[in-house]
């Protein structure tokens, strides 16, 4: 994984074996084999879990449960976890294999990349939009356009592949050590200090704005779920880019950014266990079983409610 995504980012140290000190500090303790080994093992089963739990939530919410313009990028989220995963997964084997960890690595490690980057920027769009349709509802539900989900999405998925494309090519096909270390302190510094800040802002909005307001809002299951997946990407997955930015930036940490990956995975695993907890839980109980929890988390939910009486009342008033 990360012991040897260091030579892909930083052409400089392509020279540098696997399990050797990977910050080139003198003096500065090297990583012990044996823990990166074990990080690297419990990366590999946390994806295959998650790869398990997010399939069940695309299965659900592509082909069973009745969509909203709020699932449609729960959808993409699945989407974005399982692909992160998945080349996790694979990138773990490779290197827990000894196999050739070439140009075939350096296409996994992008795409992964690509996947973090497009769960965080689609997080980014949920806080936003979903903070603005609480803050001018009538308008945002008379005005918001039926496909803006899915074009939003769509957007962001090609955003995302667009940097990181350049990162492939200008680190690993036609390496040019300082365009590509401009470009990834740029993709992290963006990640980092844009997109991570305005999800903490709306979010944090959003959650005075319905818990503090003299006025009665019924969230529903959907706002827990959204408050409870950002936070959880704030805890587990951005100190990855931040662990990334400051190793392009020189400051070497040890296991960095191994902890930052082994993190990240560990969210995106955890993503469809908080649906399904969300979904059955009633009555002080967790009594569902998957299908229904899903059902309740995604379709049956205050916010479906609220919106609709929007949508009759601005429908009456007109």
Known sequence: MSSTATP????????????????????????????????????????????????????YLGFRIRR?????????????????????????????????VGVQFGIFLFLDLSMYGTGLYLLTAISIERCLSVLSPIWCRAHRPKHLSAIISGLLWALSLLLNTLGYILCTIRPSPKLCQSLLITIGTFDFLICAPLML?????????????????????????????????????????????????????????????????????????????????????????????????????GDDKDEQETRDSVTMSS
């Open 8 to 59: 892909i980012f930083l052409p400089a140290t392509t020279t540098q074996a696997l399990g050797t000190n990977q910050s080139g500090a003198v003096g500065q303790q090297e990583p012990s084999y044996a823990v990166l080994k074990f990080m690297e093992s419990f990366c590999l089963i946390s994806s295959a879990c998650g790869m398990v739990g997010n399939a069940l939530v695309l299965w």
């Open 201 to 301: 802002l709306f979010s944090l909005t959003l959650f005075l704005r319905v818990k503090c307001s003299s006025q009665h809002f019924q969230t529903g299951r959907l706002f827990t779920i959204i408050m409870l997946t950002i936070l959880l990407f704030l805890i587990f997955a951005v100190p990855l880019s931040v662990l990334i930015l400051f190793d392009f930036l020189g400051y070497k940490f040890l296991y960095s950014p191994e902890i930052g990956f082994v993190l990240s995975c560990v969210n995106s695993t955890l993503n469809p266990v908080i649906y399904f907890l969300v979904g059955s839980y009633r009555d002080r109980r967790f009594k569902l079983t998957l299908g229904l929890a899903f059902q309740r988390a995604f379709e049956e939910s």
């Open 68 to 100: 909203n313009h709020f699932t449609v990028y729960i959808l993409n989220l699945a989407a974005a976890d399982f692909g992160y995963l998945l080349c996790i997964a694979i990138e773990t084997v490779q290197y827990l294999m000894q196999f050739n």
